[in-house]
């Protein structure tokens, strides 16, 4: 990876990175010079196999496990890249659960594990990292959602809280 790239210079913090859609944002912020955070939840084998193909490309990569439903997590987080690579200017919000449960067999603690992941970690990510983007001249917060938030689809339906849902 050329040190003269559109993203050189830059640190990203990609939630949910070690597979699918984050794994490829991570990839691809990665080839275009960005330093990155990887960051998963739980599983410390998939988001250091993300980090070890960033490497191994040539690219500046930490893998991090953190809940970003959980604001000490995402601070430490955040410090971490600020210690590791200088600061954060690009926040990438993918991490979501992809629970399939039917809806009538959900439990409450269930709708707020997964309300709290999408939507509560969208907010804690952006407070954490907009300081350091406000410190560094400026950043990019980056939202993103599936096909289910969008199209409806059975057994997903804390995505789709206050949206058509469809039932079968």
């Known amino acids: 990876m050329a040190e003269a790239r559109a993203l050189s210079g830059k640190v990203a913090i990609v939630t949910g990175a070690g597979k ?7 990839l691809a912020l990665a080839e275009d010079g960005a330093a990155v955070i990887v960051n998963g939840r739980g ?11 960033i490497r191994a490309r040539g690219g500046r990569a930490l893998p991090y496990l953190a809940d970003v439903s959980k604001p000490d997590q995402v601070a430490a987080m955040v410090a971490e890249a600020v210690r590791e690579f200088g600061g ?3 926040a990438v919000n993918n991490a979501g659960l992809r629970r399939q449960t039917p809806f009538l067999q959900m439990s409450l603690d269930e709708w707020h594990e997964i309300l709290s992941v999408a939507l509560d970690g969208a907010f804690i990510l952006a407070k954490a990292t907009v300081p350091e983007m406000i410190r560094r ?3 990019s917060l980056i939202g993103l959602s599936g096909i289910s938030h969008h199209a409806g689809a059975v057994g997903r339906v804390p995505v789709r809280a206050g949206f058509r849902t469809r039932f079968s």
């Open 20 to 26: 699918n859609i984050g794994k490829a944002i991570a």
């Open 137 to 139: 001249g400026g950043g």
């Open 88 to 90: 954060v200017d690009i």
């Open 43 to 53: 599983d410390r084998a998939i988001v250091e196999e993300t980090a070890g193909e």
